[in-house]
């Protein structure tokens, strides 16, 4: 960089900068779910989880099941399932120091979103585990999140990333799974070999 970067250091330089939100903005903000929320977690298969430690480090988590996987218990509370993974559990470990998450609901194809923002706990057990169940796989544990703000975000981002266009997709532009997991996780296996475990049969494994 040529000269120095101009840092906004203060609430007050940042709202002169980006001035007042739009008083819709402002107003869309709810503390309970409407029917119209319900709606669209039945339709969403993906949520995006967002937490940070008592220090302040951050994680981003996606979460993605059959459409609805997100269970309202009532109009403030929400649960959302594990899944087998890494284990590595780093927005686990998070909400054991720091309750406070964000969630950002995609409906595929939609460019709109549904953001909630609350309070989450851990629960290794519950009667609706058993509703729960796909594939055979009852989860380990569930997310319970108590809601303080949800409301519907604005297009803007979807529509100029245009992420729903075919047309732009090219997954071949970054290296490939396999690539990544020999380069990164020290596997052992060929690219070949690699290449056969993330190939179709991986779909299969993914609740085992």
């Known amino acids: 960089m040529s000269a120095s970067p101009h840092r906004i250091t203060t609430p007050e330089q940042l709202r002169a900068l980006l001035g ?3 008083a819709a903005a402002v107003a869309k903000m709810r503390t309970r779910l409407h ?3 319900r709606a669209w977690l039945a339709a969403s298969p993906f949520c ?3 937490t940070a430690h008592a220090d302040g480090s951050c994680d ?3 979460k993605g099941d059959p459409a609805g996987f997100t269970m309202v218990l009532d109009d ?3 649960a959302i399932p594990e899944r087998p993974g890494n284990r590595r559990a780093d927005g686990f470990f998070n909400i054991l120091a720091n309750p406070h998450v964000g969630l950002l609901y995609v409906i595929p194809g939609r460019t709109d979103t549904l953001r909630i923002n609350g309070r989450a706990e851990l629960v290794s057990d519950a009667p609706f585990f058993d509703d729960m169940v796909v594939k ?3 989860p380990q544990l569930a ?3 108590s809601i303080d703000e949800v409301f519907h975000h604005c297009s803007k981002s979807f529509l100029r990333s245009a992420l729903w266009k075919h047309e732009g997709w ?3 532009a970054a290296p490939s799974r396999p690539q990544l997991a020999r380069t990164f996780e020290g596997s052992r296996k060929s690219i070949e070999e690699l290449e056969a475990y993330y190939g179709p049969g991986y779909e299969e494994t993914i609740y085992r």
Do not use: C, M
Request: no cysteine; hydrophobic share 40%; proline share 12%.
């Open 136 to 138: 055979g796989h009852r």
């Open 35 to 37: 029917e119209f929320d």
């Open 76 to 78: 403030t509370t929400i």
């Open 20 to 22: 007042e939100p739009h």
């Open 170 to 172: 090219d997954p071949q």
């Open 143 to 145: 997310v319970i999140v």
């Open 48 to 50: 995006l989880v967002a």
């Open 60 to 62: 981003v988590s996606p």
